[in-house]
Every structure is written in C-alpha cells, then in structure tokens.
C-alpha cells in the first residue's frame, strides 16, 4: 500500500472496510450481517461457508456465486483473523466479529 509522505497508508483500513461494506451491500440487497467461516456443514474438509442475513435475523437465499465472492472478498479484507472460528461481518458499521458457538447454531 503506498504511503503519503507523512508515513501514514494512503488507503487506511477502516476505508476499505466501508469500501467492502458498501459493495455488498450493493451485491446482496437487504443483507445487514454475513457469516464466514472455514466449515461448511456440508462438507467434510475445510470448505468456505457464507451465511447471509437480514436485520431481522432471517437467512437471505443467495446465489452460491454470490456467497463465495462474499466470503472471498470478507477473507481478503481480513487476513490475520484466526478463520479456524466463524466470524460475522457487521455491513452497517463495517466491523468483523467473532462468531460464538451459540451464534453458529441459529438460523439453521
């Protein structure tokens, strides 16, 4: 990332963390959160998983094109989170937090 001559990024990261708010929300009207983990219960090795859903907490149906390019780009934006545990992706404040177990099991 290219530097101003100040020593401070060009493009902070919080900026590309609305960036990529913006955009998905864009992608995938109504979505207010977006589930990521590692381990798609369909699978028996490690397999990207995205779960969207609504403010109301009801998993929106989209596309499994769309549901990787979610998650890929969640990944890319994020590349120190420990993937190994899900995380949530906040669209309206930007934020990524970790998923807790109990979390994990709602909307299934």
């Keep these: 990332m290219l530097a101003m001559p100040s020593g401070t990024p060009a493009c902070p990261e919080t900026g590309r963390q609305r960036r990529l708010a913006v955009q998905l929300a864009d992608m995938i009207p109504g979505a207010a959160t977006i589930r990521v983990s590692l381990t798609d219960p369909k699978q028996t090795w490690p397999h990207l998983h995205t779960v969207v859903k ?11 094109t769309t549901a990787r390019v ?10 120190k989170a420990d993937w190994t545990r899900p995380h949530t992706f906040h669209l309206a404040d930007a934020t990524l937090t970790h998923s807790g177990l109990i979390a994990a099991g709602r909307g299934r």
């Design 70 to 79: 979610a998650g890929r780009w969640i990944l890319r934006v994020w590349p």
């Design 54 to 64: 609504d403010e109301a907490g009801k998993t929106l149906e989209v596309s499994r």
